[in-house]
């Protein structure tokens, strides 16, 4: 059976006694999950399995997700309603679901305070709320994403309308940009500028059509057999690539940006008939402003251990997925690989043992390239490659790959990932 939420007045909490204090007056959680997405959902789950009772999810989103899709859906390849599940449907059964938001932890009262004045009191605590999209990074962009045909993927309500301006257009400029800070599927903003030169070769309008790439790194990806590759793949589109470089301003009314090259200064302004912008993305605001934050992370995102995620001077917080502060690319796919560690570590801290459980960084970006064509490119924290299918040839541009991301992936996720079988 899905778990439903309840009524706010039936949370198991109660409002923070007045004064400021932040008491709480129920019982203290074994554990305390903070969000419903990719990764809280899947360490909930491993953690049912496990026998753990006594575990709440805060979650205020009735909608749940799979981004991943997303990318399709710009491209034209898939339906934005199969990237879409109600929430209730996915929390194991016997999680309490507090269908509330987390404003601040207090992580020395083991405390986390929710919006509505509520406060939860925890043993062992899951940081699991991801990023926010900082639409207001680059000065323009809010006001132009949306309208002004700018578009981005990174948003359920912006995807379908980057296939409806690559659909429509037939002549001019289309830039695809990539943020300076870190974000989540780093192969997100050029996969979409594949997808839509191949389908405008299709149509025969490519040679009309100047794409431009700007990316701000040295190189297309940071593999470097897999950046020689996607080389080729912009060349063979014809796609002026724009490295070291960021989108630092747009105007959305007269249809241009500023691209600043961080090599020699300088700042140029690029006319554009489409604009795929993906803003800069950081940890939520009270995240940041919260004693978890690293303060190494200049985007605040929440410190843990590389190889146990476990929080440095707070042993009963762990944190996992995009929040969590490590040298990999946040993904799904490395969710995938670090829900079972958390859950290992938490059940070893839970029994008075040391972490015992290691992630090696895996992380994977599956790198559409063509309508029908893609790269599997899967690495840990020294880059060295870690394929899932090692009898192939991984820095092919494959068919299968394609299927495997179009049709197999998706059911991995909601069947095996999110129910903490896989
Ligand atoms: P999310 O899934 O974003 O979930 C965070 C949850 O926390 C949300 O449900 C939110 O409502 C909740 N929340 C937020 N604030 C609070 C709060 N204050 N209190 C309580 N709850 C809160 N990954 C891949 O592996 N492969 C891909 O091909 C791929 N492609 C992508 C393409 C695009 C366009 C995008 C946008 C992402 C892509 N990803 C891909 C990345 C992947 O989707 C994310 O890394 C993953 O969803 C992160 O999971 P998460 O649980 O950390 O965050």
Known sequence: MPATPPPASEHPTSPAPRGGGTEPTSGRHRVVVIGGGSAGISVAARLHRAGVT?????????????????????GGQAPLRTSRRPE???IPDGVRWIRGRALGVDPEARTVNLADGAVLAYEHLVMAPGLQLDWDGVPGLAEAVGHDRVS????????????????????????????????????APQKIAYLAADHWRRQKVLDDIRVVLVVPDQTLFKVPAWSEVLQRVAERYGIEVR???EMTAVDGGAREITVTDHATGTAQTIGY???????????????????????????????????????PTHHDVFAIGDVAHLPTSKTGAAIRKQAPVVTGNLLDVMNGRAPSHHYDGYTSCPLVTARDRMLLAEFDY???????????????????MWLFKRYALPRVYWHGMLRGRL
């Open 243 to 245: 490295l070291r470089s």
């Open 54 to 74: 006594g575990i709440a999810l805060v979650e205020p989103s009735d909608t749940h997700w799979y981004q991943p899709l997303w990318t399709l859906v710009g």
């Open 152 to 187: 981005s993927n990174y948003s359920p309500e912006y995807a379908p309308r980057t296939w409806e301006l690559i659909r429509r257009m037939r002549s001019g400029t289309a830039v695809f940009t990539h943020p300076a800070t870190p974000l989540k599927c780093g192969g």
């Open 382 to 400: 020294d880059l060295r490659p870690a394929p899932t299918f090692p009898l192939l040839d991984p820095f092919k541009e494959r068919r299968s």
């Open 88 to 90: 209730g449907s996915l």
């Open 273 to 311: 008939d489409l604009l795929h912008a993906v803003p800069p993305q950081r940890a939520p605001d009270w995240v940041a402003a919260s004693p978890l934050a690293d303060p190494a992370s200049p985007q605040g995102f929440v410190a843990a251990d590389q190889y146990t995620l476990q929080h």
